[in-house]
């Protein structure tokens, strides 16, 4: 999927409704809307006859007492009739309705987060403050795949996520294409995902997790097999060698900065391999957002982000860096190299 690295794609994907747990986009999110219609419709159901009760009831009491003979309140027929509504309608009613749905909506759910069994991709994903770590084991060169904020998928093909925090409680919610999990600091969650067409599926974190919980955006790629394939393999490569002076004066401002301290670019000096408090930079301009969803990605939102990400994302971890304008257009020349 060539077209989506565009940064006017970028923007295309911000603005598409990829985000509706009622327009779902693969098989586990097709069961989730099947069931989310099935108790929808029950509870239309039950509410429509407690409605036609209450209807009913308003209707003889309207009727008056001078139309209708009085109600016998003390015969055997009247008990009778106390006793079926109070254990018919108030008892075996409810059980007959809720039994059933509470039975389906437990059998069902449980089936989506187990993990699968056999082959099939897994995914790690941690939530950070406020931003995803994502991370793929190459199977092929049995490397470590490190990004952020953007899940790429083959379609067609089952994929399980392995969902961490370190900090506090998140929850990870690709509407489009699953369910929602917490991510609880301690244990490891799994959740089961499947895309079955291409596409660019906006996630969100689903529980408050601080000032830019709003912030905390996700995209999920879903692309034919043999692109994503392709992808991987150039995410496992290390980062282009800066091409042009201006690109190499970039790199010396990243590490005069100390941009270095806390991202990492695989496979270039920046005088500190291995920094991970913010996000791996090393494929970063192959990203189609910037601050987890924040800013479509180009030239100018990436300056932006750069000089002052605290005025796009009040509270994020970067401090901000405004730089004189030649030192920007450098070091934004080399990170727009970072493909
Ligand atoms: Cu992370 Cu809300």
Redesign the pocket.
């Known amino acids: 999927m060539p077209a989506l690295s565009s940064a006017a794609t970028g923007q295309q994907a911000l603005l598409s409704d990829g985000q509706s747990p009622l327009r779902p986009a693969g098989p586990v999110a097709e069961g989730i809307a099947q069931m989310s219609w099935v108790l929808i419709a029950g509870a239309s159901a039950v509410f429509l006859i407690v409605m036609l009760c209450v209807a009913a009831a308003l209707w003889r009491r309207r009727a008056g007492p001078g139309t209708q003979p009085a109600p016998p309140t003390d015969t055997a027929a009247a008990r009778r009739a106390t006793r079926w509504w109070i254990v018919g309608a108030g008892t075996v009613f409810p059980l007959l309705v809720l039994v059933p749905l509470l039975l389906y909506a437990y059998t069902r759910t449980q089936a989506l987060t187990l993990p699968q069994r056999g082959e099939g991709l897994v995914i790690t994903v941690e ?1 950070e403050l ?1 931003w995803w770590r994502i991370r793929y084991r190459d199977a092929a060169g049995g490397l470590e795949v490190v990004s952020a904020n953007q899940i790429h998928l083959p379609v067609g093909r089952p994929v399980t996520l392995a969902l961490l925090s370190d900090n506090v409680i ?1 929850s990870f919610w690709v509407p489009a294409l699953a369910g929602k999990v917490d991510m609880v600091p301690g244990r490891l969650h799994h959740l089961r995902l499947q895309a079955s067409q291409p596409g660019v599926f906006r996630g969100q ?1 689903a ?3 601080g000032a830019q ?1 709003a912030r ?1 955006a996700l995209h999920v790629v879903a692309q034919p097999p043999e692109d994503f394939d392709r992808w991987l393999r150039a995410q496992a490569a290390p980062a282009n060698t800066p091409r042009g002076g201006l690109a190499l004066r970039g790199l010396a401002v990243f590490n005069e900065r100390r941009c270095n301290a806390c991202h990492s670019v695989r496979g270039l000096d920046t005088g500190a391999p291995g920094a991970t408090l913010g996000p791996d930079l090393t494929h970063l301009a192959g990203r189609l957002h910037l601050g987890a969803g924040t800013l479509p990605f180009n030239g100018a939102t990436l300056a932006a982000w750069i000089a002052d990400p605290q005025h796009a994302k009040p509270g994020v971890r970067m401090p901000s860096y405004p730089l004189d304008a030649a030192s920007m257009q450098a070091l934004v020349a080399f990170l727009e190299q970072l493909r």
């Open positions: 939530a406020w998140h974190c529980e408050f997790c919980h905390m």
